[in-house]
C-alpha cells in the first residue's frame, strides 16, 4: 500500500499529487518506488486445476500485466470518478480507431469534426466505410446545433478541441447535451488539453482519447495511446481491444509511467511559455492572427475559459499575405526550432501548414499561409530570441 493514499480520499488530491502517486504500490514489490517492467508472454500455473481455472489475477502477457496496470490506473485516477477505465493502444491513433471500433457497426453513422486530426479521417473514409458505416463532416464551431445534422443511425460524434492544426474550440457539453438526447455516444480527442487542463468525462464524453506520443512521453521517443472509459463504454472498449489484440510493449509502458509523474511540471510550463510567446508574435507586425484559445483575441477563447483549466505548448500562426518563399525563410533560419511531425516532447517546433486539402465541410482560409508552433522547456527569451532572427530572414526574403 502506498502511504500517501492510506487515508486520504483519492477525489480530494489534486492532479500533481496523483501523478506522483498514481498506480504505484511500492510495499507489493519489495518497498521499490517504481512498478517493475515485467516482460511477459506466458505465465505459468502450479497445477493443472489452477491453470484450468485461470486462478490469479493474471492470465497472458497480452491481457495486462502489474506494468499495464500501473499506468492505466495512474491514468484512470487523473481522469477522476467518471472514469471506468482506461485502454492502452500502441499509438494515438490506434486508440482512435479502437474507440471508434468498439462503438460503431454496420449501418450506422458517425459525425466527424471538420478540424478532425487527419488520419482519423482517413480512417473513417477508408477503413469504417468499407464496414457499412457512413462518416458526415461537420463544422467544429456548430455546438448544440449539432443536432439538425442527427440522423435516426447517428450514433457517434467525434470531436476534437481545440483542432488538429487549425485550433478550433468547440462546445463539448452542448454538443453532449444534443449527441446524448438522441442516443448518441460522445468520443473526443484529447490531446492537446490532457485531462489534466480537460475532464472531457466530466463534461459529457463518453470516450477521451489522448495520444500519449506527445506529453505523455514527453521526450518525443515513445508512441503510445490511451482511451479511458466511463460506465457506458468500458466493457465494450475492453472487448475490441483484447479483440483486436492490440497492446504496448513493457518498455513502452514504463516510459509512459515515467513521462506521467512529471507531466504535471511540463504542461504548466509548456503553458506559460506558449502563452508568452503567442502574445509576443500576435504584436508582431508580420502576424495577421495567432490561433491559440488561451488568447482574448481567439473566436474560442470564451469556450477555452470556461470549460479548460490550462493550454499546451502547441498553437498556430497566420501571417499576413506574403510569399511562401518568405515564411520559408523564416522557418528555415530558426535555429532552436526543430522542423517535424508531431509535439508534445521537451523541444520546439515549427512547420509550415495549410488545412485546405483535408476539409470538406467547411473552408479553411486563415488569410495567409500558416505555421505551427510548439513550445517546448527551452528558455522563453532565447526562444523569442529565435523568432526575431527568423522574421529578419522573413524580411529579407519577401
Ligand atoms: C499526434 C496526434 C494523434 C496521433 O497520435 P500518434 O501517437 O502519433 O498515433 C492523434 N490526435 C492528435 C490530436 C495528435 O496530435
New binding site residues.
Given amino acids: 500500500m502506498n502511504k500517501a493514499e492510506d487515508g486520504v480520499p483519492k477525489a480530494e488530491l489534486k492532479p500533481d499529487t496523483k501523478l506522483a502517486i498514481g498506480g504505484r504500490d511500492p510495499f507489493a514489490h519489495h518497498g521499490y518506488v517504481n512498478t517493475p517492467v515485467y516482460h511477459a508472454s506466458t505465465l505459468l500455473y502450479r497445477t493443472a486445476e489452477d491453470f484450468l481455472a485461470r486462478r490469479g489475477q493474471y492470465f497472458y502477457g497480452r491481457r495486462g500485466t502489474p506494468t499495464s496496470e500501473a499506468l492505466a490506473l495512474a491514468l484512470q485516477e487523473i481522469e477522476g470518478p467518471a472514469c471506468a477505465g482506461v485502454a492502452l493502444l500502441p499509438?494515438?491513433?490506434?486508440a482512435?480507431s479502437a474507440a471508434l471500433l468498439s462503438t460503431l457497426k454496420a449501418g450506422d453513422h458517425v459525425l466527424v469534426t471538420d478540424s478532425v486530426?487527419g488520419?482519423?479521417r482517413k480512417f473513417c473514409d477508408s477503413v469504417l466505410s468499407r464496414y457499412g458505416v457512413t462518416t458526415s463532416y461537420y463544422d467544429p464551431t456548430i455546438g448544440g446545433r449539432i443536432a439538425e445534422l442527427m440522423q435516426p443511425d447517428t450514433r457517434v460524434v467525434f470531436t476534437?478541441a481545440p483542432g488538429?492544426l487549425s485550433f478550433e474550440m468547440q462546445d463539448i457539453p452542448a454538443i453532449a447535451a444534443a449527441a446524448h438526447a438522441r442516443g448518441a455516444l460522445v468520443l473526443m480527442?484529447n490531446?492537446?488539453a490532457s485531462p489534466l487542463y480537460f475532464r472531457a468525462l466530466d463534461k459529457g464524453v463518453d470516450l477521451s482519447?489522448q495520444?500519449?506520443?506527445?506529453y505523455i512521453g514527453g521526450h518525443s521517443d515513445l508512441?503510445?495511446?490511451t482511451v479511458s472509459a466511463n460506465q457506458e463504454t468500458w466493457s465494450k472498449l475492453k472487448d475490441m481491444v483484447f479483440a483486436l489484440g492490440l497492446c504496448v510493449g513493457p518498455d513502452d509502458m514504463n516510459l509512459g509511467l515515467r513521462g506521467l509523474r512529471t507531466m504535471g511540471v511540463r504542461l504548466a510550463r509548456h503553458y506559460e511559455s506558449g502563452l508568452k510567446v503567442a502574445r509576443w508574435l500576435e504584436q508582431r507586425p508580420e502576424v495577421l492572427r495567432v490561433l491559440h484559445p488561451a488568447l482574448p483575441s481567439d473566436p474560442g477563447h470564451a469556450i477555452w475559459k470556461r470549460d479548460f483549466t490550462g493550454a499546451c505548448g502547441l498553437f498556430g500562426v497566420v501571417f499576413k499575405p506574403v510569399l511562401d518563399k518568405a515564411v520559408h525563410a523564416f522557418l528555415n533560419a530558426l535555429t532552436l526550432y526543430g522542423m517535424g511531425a508531431?509535439?508534445g516532447g521537451y523541444e520546439s517546433l515549427a512547420i509550415p501548414f495549410d488545412c485546405a486539402p483535408y476539409r470538406s465541410a467547411t473552408a479553411w482560409a486563415p488569410g495567409g499561409p500558416a505555421v505551427r508552433i510548439h513550445i517546448g522547456l527551452e528558455d522563453v527569451g532565447d526562444l523569442i530570441a529565435d523568432l526575431e532572427r527568423g522574421f529578419a530572414a522573413f524580411a529579407a526574403a519577401r
Fill in positions: 499509438s494515438g491513433l490506434a482512435i486530426y488520419p482519423t476534437e488538429s480527442d490531446t492537446w482519447i495520444s500519449g506520443t506527445k508512441m503510445l495511446g508531431s509535439w
